[in-house]
C-alpha cells in the first residue's frame, strides 16, 4: 500500500485510498489499452492517400470514465465489509416477477391484440404508425421463429445452429411456388384468372410447412448421434449449405440476385387494392396501403399463436415428454423404452415446421427473397433469443424476442449521443448497437443464468400445478 | 424349467477391445440373481449389453425364448425388461412425479394411478418429494425414484446396475429390503449388478462372480459369501 499514485491514504490503507488506487490503475490501463484502438485512426481524405488522426481526447474520456466508475463501485458496491444480503431470501427481482407473473400472460396477449391500435391512436394516423406496426411484425416473427427453435433446443435439447436454413426453405418454397408461371398457368386456367396471386400464401403456407418439416428430417438422419458440440457444428454447417446452394443453384434460384415480386398478401382472397373488389371497397373503407402491414401483424400473431398453442399441446402429449426426457437422458430414456431415433426426428420436424411457416411468412411481408437474410447471424440471434428467454419457457422467449428485436431497433434511435457535448455529429450510433446489446446479453446471464424466466411448469401434476423453481439446480441445468 | 432370460457365450467389443469374454448367465423366474465384480470386469457390460447397447458380437441372450440380442434398445425395454441404469439416471428438471410417469408413458398409463399408489407404499419419501424436481433429491432418493420409475414400466425382470453407488449404509438397506419385498410379495425377478458384495450376496438367491469379462464363480450367494476366494477379494474390509 506504498503506492504514490493513492497520496496521503498510503500510510494508513483506508478503503478510499485502495479504491482510488484501483480506480487511476484501471484508468491508465484502459487509456494504454484503447490507445491502439480508438486513439489513431485513419480516415480517407477524398479520393487521397490515407491520412492517420488522432484521437487522444476520445481514449482520456474512456479512461476517466472506467475510472470514475470502477471508484464508484469500488465506495458502494464493491465496498469490502458490506453486508451481502442474505443468499436464502429471494432476490427484489424475484419478488417482482412473483407479483407480475400471474398478471404477464395475459397482459402480454393482450399488448399483442390491441397494439396496432394503441401505434395508430399514439402515432395519430395510420400512415404514421406503419414504422411501429413493421416493428411489431418484425419482433413477432422474432417471437415466432425463437418458439419453433424452442421446440428443438428448450425442449428436446439439440442444439441446432442452422435453424435459418428451414426458415430458407419456407421462404423460398413461397417465393418459388408464388411465382411459378406454369402454377399460375394452370391455376388460371382451372381456378380463375387471378386465383394463384391472390391465394398463393394461403395455399403454400402448409406445403412450406411441410417441405421446411421435411428438410428438418433430413438434416435429422445423419446427426441422430451427435449431441452438443458436435450436433451444433453440424447444423451450423447445414445451415450454410442451404445458403450456399441458394447462391451458387442460380436457374432455380436467381443466385445472389434473388426472387422479387412475390405476390402480396391477400384478405382470404381478397387483394389489399384500391380497386372495387379491394379489402377497403368491399369492407367500405377508405383505401389506405397500411390495411395490408394490419393485417400482417395479425396473421403474424396468430402464427405465432398457432406456435405456441401447438407445443403446449404437443408438451402434454408423450412425444412432448419424451422430448423433456430426451434432454435430461438419452439413455434413461432408452431404458424406458422410448425410441429415441423417433424423438429426435420429431423434434427437429416439428421445429422446422414452424421455422418453415415463418419462412412463408418474411417472403410474403418483404416480397423479396435472397440469401442474403439467411446467414449464420439469423440463427445466432433466434439461439439467443431462446437461451436469453430461459430454455423452454414460451413466455420468456416472448419477453427475449421483445427485448433483443426491439432493444436492437431502439438502439438505432440513439442520436441523442451526437450532440456535442457528447461524442460528436460524427459519432455513428448505430455503429455501436451491437456492442450495447452484447453487453446487455452479458448482463442477463450474469443475473439471470438460467434465462428470463427460469422456472418451468410441469406438464403433469398431481391435484394442482406447482411451478418448479429453477433454483438449486446447476447452471445450465435448470 | 427354462431360464426367464439367458445370456449364452456372450462377447461384447468397445472397438476392438474384447469387454465380455464369453459369459454364460441364468436367471430364472422369481430369483433375484446378483452379479458381483470388481470394478471394469465387465459388469456394467453385461447389464448394457442385454439392453442391446453396445450389441453382443458373438452369442445370444434370450429373453423368455424370444432371442433379443439383436433387437433395438428401446424393443428389449417395451418386453416386460426395466433397468435402472447405472448412475441413476433420473430426469434432472423433470419432477418426481413427471419422472415416474414417464416410466409409463410406453405403455399409455393404462395403470398409472394403480401404479403410483405402490410405489408410494414401496418408497414413502418420493410422496413426499412429488412435485420436486428429480435433480434436487437426495442421492438415496434419486435411486428410489430410478427403481421405481423402472417399475412404473410394469417389468417381469428388474435389471439393477449399482443402486447402492455413493449411497449411506442405512439408504442401502432400505433399497435392498425394498427389492426383497418386490421379490417376495410380488414375485418380481430381479437382476442386480453390484460392487457391495456382502449385501448383494447375502439377498441374492444366486451369484455370479465375474473377473475380467468371465464368469469365474457361480452358485447360491450364501455359498459364494463362504468361498474364501470371494472372501479375500470382495469382503475382507468389513460391513
Same mark, same amino acid.
Given at each position: 500500500m506504498s503506492s504514490p499514485l493513492a497520496g496521503d491514504g498510503a500510510a494508513r490503507p483506508s478503503p478510499f485510498a485502495a479504491a482510488l488506487k484501483d480506480a487511476v490503475v484501471s484508468g491508465v490501463i484502459t487509456f494504454l489499452l484503447f490507445l491502439p484502438l480508438v486513439g489513431f485512426r485513419a480516415t480517407e481524405s477524398g479520393s487521397g492517400p490515407l491520412t492517420l488522426t488522432y484521437r487522444f481526447g476520445l481514449c482520456a474520456t474512456f479512461a476517466i470514465l472506467v475510472a470514475v466508475l470502477r471508484l464508484v463501485l469500488h465506495l458502494t458496491i464493491w465496498r469490502p465489509g458490506r453486508q451481502k444480503a442474505a443468499r436464502g431470501t429471494p432476490s427484489p427481482l424475484a419478488a417482482v416477477g412473483g407479483f407480475i407473473s400471474p398478471m404477464a400472460k395475459p397482459a402480454f396477449f393482450a399488448l399483442a391484440l390491441f397494439y396496432p391500435l394503441i401505434a395508430i391512436v399514439v402515432t395519430g394516423g395510420l400512415t404514421p404508425s406503419r414504422y411501429w406496426i413493421d416493428l411489431g411484425i418484425y419482433i413477432g416473427s422474432y417471437v415466432m421463429l425463437g418458439w419453433g427453435l424452442n421446440i428443438v433446443v428448450g425442449l428436446a435439447g439439440l442444439l441446432d445452429l442452422g435453424y435459418v436454413a428451414f426458415y430458407a426453405v419456407g421462404a423460398y418454397a413461397f417465393a418459388l411456388l408464388s411465382t411459378s408461371v406454369p402454377i399460375n398457368d394452370w391455376m388460371a386456367g382451372?381456378?380463375? /384468372?387471378?386465383f394463384w396471386a391472390l391465394w398463393s400464401f394461403w395455399v403454400c403456407l402448409p406445403v412450406c410447412g411441410i417441405l421446411a418439416a421435411m428438410w428438418g428430417v433430413i438434416l435429422g438422419f445423419p446427426v441422430l448421434r451427435l449431441r452438443g458440440d458436435y450436433l451444433a457444428i453440424v447444423t451450423l454447417a447445414f445451415g450454410e449449405i442451404i445458403r450456399l446452394v441458394l447462391i451458387n443453384w442460380t436457374d432455380f434460384t436467381n443466385g445472389g440476385a434473388g426472387i422479387a415480386s412475390i405476390p402480396p398478401i391477400s384478405f382470404f382472397g381478397i387483394p389489399f387494392t384500391a380497386a372495387d373488389d379491394g379489402f377497403a371497397a368491399r369492407f367500405g373503407l377508405t383505401f389506405d396501403p397500411m390495411h395490408r402491414i394490419i393485417f400482417l401483424y395479425f396473421v403474424i400473431v396468430a402464427l405465432s399463436l398457432l406456435t405456441a398453442l401447438a407445443t403446449l399441446r404437443l408438451r402434454r402429449m408423450p412425444v412432448g415428454r419424451a422430448w423433456e426426457a430426451l434432454r435430461e437422458d438419452e439413455i434413461a430414456c432408452r431404458s424406458l423404452g422410448i425410441n429415441t431415433t423417433l424423438t429426435k426426428l420429431t423434434a427437429f420436424a416439428t421445429g422446422a415446421m414452424f421455422g418453415g411457416f415463418a419462412g412463408a411468412f418474411f417472403a410474403v411481408r418483404v416480397r423479396f427473397v435472397s440469401p /442474403? $437474410? +439467411?446467414? +449464420?447471424i439469423e440463427s445466432a440471434m433466434i439461439l439467443a433469443i431462446v437461451v436469453l428467454g430461459g430454455m423452454g419457457s414460451q413466455m420468456g422467449v416472448a419477453a427475449a424476442a421483445v427485448f433483443m428485436i426491439g432493444g436492437m431497433e431502439m438502439l438505432r434511435?440513439? $442520436?441523442?449521443?451526437?450532440?456535442d457535448w457528447l461524442l460528436g455529429p460524427d459519432f455513428d450510433p448505430t455503429l455501436y448497437r451491437m456492442l450495447i446489446f452484447g453487453f446487455a446479453m452479458v448482463a442477463v446471464m450474469v443475473w439471470r443464468p438460467r434465462g428470463l424466466v427460469s422456472g418451468r411448469l410441469a406438464t403433469i401434476f398431481l391435484k394442482e400445478r406447482k411451478k418448479v423453481s429453477g433454483d438449486l439446480v446447476k447452471e445450465g441445468h435448470g | 424349467m427354462t431360464a426367464m432370460l439367458s445370456v449364452t457365450g456372450v462377447k461384447t467389443y468397445y472397438g476392438n477391445i474384447v469387454a465380455l469374454k464369453g459369459v454364460d448367465v441364468e436367471v430364472n423366474e422369481g430369483e433375484i440373481v446378483t452379479l458381483i465384480g470388481a470394478n471394469g470386469a465387465g459388469k456394467s457390460t453385461l447389464m448394457m449389453t442385454i439392453c442391446g447397447s453396445p450389441r453382443a458380437r458373438e452369442g445370444s441372450v434370450v429373453f423368455n425364448g424370444r432371442d433379443i440380442t439383436n433387437l433395438p434398445t428401446h424393443e428389449i425395454m417395451r418386453l416386460k425388461i426395466a433397468q435402472s441404469p447405472e448412475g441413476r439416471r433420473i430426469f434432472g428438471r423433470m419432477t418426481v412425479y413427471e419422472n415416474l410417469q414417464m416410466g409409463a408413458a410406453v405403455d399409455g398409463n393404462t395403470h398409472f394411478q394403480d401404479d403410483l399408489e405402490r410405489m408410494f407404499t414401496l418408497f414413502p419419501r418420493l410422496k413426499e418429494r412429488l412435485h420436486q424436481r428429480g435433480g434436487t433429491l437426495s442421492g438415496g432418493e434419486q435411486q428410489m425414484l430410478a427403481i421405481a420409475r423402472a417399475l412404473m414400466t410394469r417389468p417381469r425382470l428388474l435389471l439393477l446396475d449399482e443402486p447402492s453407488l455413493g449411497l449411506a449404509p442405512l439408504v442401502v438397506k432400505q433399497i435392498f429390503d425394498a427389492i426383497r419385498d418386490l421379490n417376495r410379495t410380488e414375485g418380481l425377478t430381479v437382476f442386480l449388478v453390484e460392487q457391495n458384495a456382502y449385501h448383494a450376496l447375502k439377498l441374492a438367491h444366486r451369484g455370479y462372480v465375474m473377473v475380467n469379462g468371465v464368469v469365474t464363480m457361480s452358485g447360491t450367494g450364501k455359498e459364494l459369501l463362504e468361498r474364501p476366494e470371494v472372501k479375500a477379494a470382495y469382503l475382507e474390509g468389513g460391513h
Amino acid at each position: 500500500m506504498s503506492s504514490p499514485l493513492a497520496g496521503d491514504g498510503a500510510a494508513r490503507p483506508s478503503p478510499f485510498a485502495a479504491a482510488l488506487k484501483d480506480a487511476v490503475v484501471s484508468g491508465v490501463i484502459t487509456f494504454l489499452l484503447f490507445l491502439p484502438l480508438v486513439g489513431f485512426r485513419a480516415t480517407e481524405s477524398g479520393s487521397g492517400p490515407l491520412t492517420l488522426t488522432y484521437r487522444f481526447g476520445l481514449c482520456a474520456t474512456f479512461a476517466i470514465l472506467v475510472a470514475v466508475l470502477r471508484l464508484v463501485l469500488h465506495l458502494t458496491i464493491w465496498r469490502p465489509g458490506r453486508q451481502k444480503a442474505a443468499r436464502g431470501t429471494p432476490s427484489p427481482l424475484a419478488a417482482v416477477g412473483g407479483f407480475i407473473s400471474p398478471m404477464a400472460k395475459p397482459a402480454f396477449f393482450a399488448l399483442a391484440l390491441f397494439y396496432p391500435l394503441i401505434a395508430i391512436v399514439v402515432t395519430g394516423g395510420l400512415t404514421p404508425s406503419r414504422y411501429w406496426i413493421d416493428l411489431g411484425i418484425y419482433i413477432g416473427s422474432y417471437v415466432m421463429l425463437g418458439w419453433g427453435l424452442n421446440i428443438v433446443v428448450g425442449l428436446a435439447g439439440l442444439l441446432d445452429l442452422g435453424y435459418v436454413a428451414f426458415y430458407a426453405v419456407g421462404a423460398y418454397a413461397f417465393a418459388l411456388l408464388s411465382t411459378s408461371v406454369p402454377i399460375n398457368d394452370w391455376m388460371a386456367g382451372h381456378l380463375g /384468372e387471378n386465383f394463384w396471386a391472390l391465394w398463393s400464401f394461403w395455399v403454400c403456407l402448409p406445403v412450406c410447412g411441410i417441405l421446411a418439416a421435411m428438410w428438418g428430417v433430413i438434416l435429422g438422419f445423419p446427426v441422430l448421434r451427435l449431441r452438443g458440440d458436435y450436433l451444433a457444428i453440424v447444423t451450423l454447417a447445414f445451415g450454410e449449405i442451404i445458403r450456399l446452394v441458394l447462391i451458387n443453384w442460380t436457374d432455380f434460384t436467381n443466385g445472389g440476385a434473388g426472387i422479387a415480386s412475390i405476390p402480396p398478401i391477400s384478405f382470404f382472397g381478397i387483394p389489399f387494392t384500391a380497386a372495387d373488389d379491394g379489402f377497403a371497397a368491399r369492407f367500405g373503407l377508405t383505401f389506405d396501403p397500411m390495411h395490408r402491414i394490419i393485417f400482417l401483424y395479425f396473421v403474424i400473431v396468430a402464427l405465432s399463436l398457432l406456435t405456441a398453442l401447438a407445443t403446449l399441446r404437443l408438451r402434454r402429449m408423450p412425444v412432448g415428454r419424451a422430448w423433456e426426457a430426451l434432454r435430461e437422458d438419452e439413455i434413461a430414456c432408452r431404458s424406458l423404452g422410448i425410441n429415441t431415433t423417433l424423438t429426435k426426428l420429431t423434434a427437429f420436424a416439428t421445429g422446422a415446421m414452424f421455422g418453415g411457416f415463418a419462412g412463408a411468412f418474411f417472403a410474403v411481408r418483404v416480397r423479396f427473397v435472397s440469401p /442474403e $437474410s +439467411f446467414t +449464420f447471424i439469423e440463427s445466432a440471434m433466434i439461439l439467443a433469443i431462446v437461451v436469453l428467454g430461459g430454455m423452454g419457457s414460451q413466455m420468456g422467449v416472448a419477453a427475449a424476442a421483445v427485448f433483443m428485436i426491439g432493444g436492437m431497433e431502439m438502439l438505432r434511435n440513439l $442520436s441523442f449521443l451526437k450532440s456535442d457535448w457528447l461524442l460528436g455529429p460524427d459519432f455513428d450510433p448505430t455503429l455501436y448497437r451491437m456492442l450495447i446489446f452484447g453487453f446487455a446479453m452479458v448482463a442477463v446471464m450474469v443475473w439471470r443464468p438460467r434465462g428470463l424466466v427460469s422456472g418451468r411448469l410441469a406438464t403433469i401434476f398431481l391435484k394442482e400445478r406447482k411451478k418448479v423453481s429453477g433454483d438449486l439446480v446447476k447452471e445450465g441445468h435448470g | 424349467m427354462t431360464a426367464m432370460l439367458s445370456v449364452t457365450g456372450v462377447k461384447t467389443y468397445y472397438g476392438n477391445i474384447v469387454a465380455l469374454k464369453g459369459v454364460d448367465v441364468e436367471v430364472n423366474e422369481g430369483e433375484i440373481v446378483t452379479l458381483i465384480g470388481a470394478n471394469g470386469a465387465g459388469k456394467s457390460t453385461l447389464m448394457m449389453t442385454i439392453c442391446g447397447s453396445p450389441r453382443a458380437r458373438e452369442g445370444s441372450v434370450v429373453f423368455n425364448g424370444r432371442d433379443i440380442t439383436n433387437l433395438p434398445t428401446h424393443e428389449i425395454m417395451r418386453l416386460k425388461i426395466a433397468q435402472s441404469p447405472e448412475g441413476r439416471r433420473i430426469f434432472g428438471r423433470m419432477t418426481v412425479y413427471e419422472n415416474l410417469q414417464m416410466g409409463a408413458a410406453v405403455d399409455g398409463n393404462t395403470h398409472f394411478q394403480d401404479d403410483l399408489e405402490r410405489m408410494f407404499t414401496l418408497f414413502p419419501r418420493l410422496k413426499e418429494r412429488l412435485h420436486q424436481r428429480g435433480g434436487t433429491l437426495s442421492g438415496g432418493e434419486q435411486q428410489m425414484l430410478a427403481i421405481a420409475r423402472a417399475l412404473m414400466t410394469r417389468p417381469r425382470l428388474l435389471l439393477l446396475d449399482e443402486p447402492s453407488l455413493g449411497l449411506a449404509p442405512l439408504v442401502v438397506k432400505q433399497i435392498f429390503d425394498a427389492i426383497r419385498d418386490l421379490n417376495r410379495t410380488e414375485g418380481l425377478t430381479v437382476f442386480l449388478v453390484e460392487q457391495n458384495a456382502y449385501h448383494a450376496l447375502k439377498l441374492a438367491h444366486r451369484g455370479y462372480v465375474m473377473v475380467n469379462g468371465v464368469v469365474t464363480m457361480s452358485g447360491t450367494g450364501k455359498e459364494l459369501l463362504e468361498r474364501p476366494e470371494v472372501k479375500a477379494a470382495y469382503l475382507e474390509g468389513g460391513h
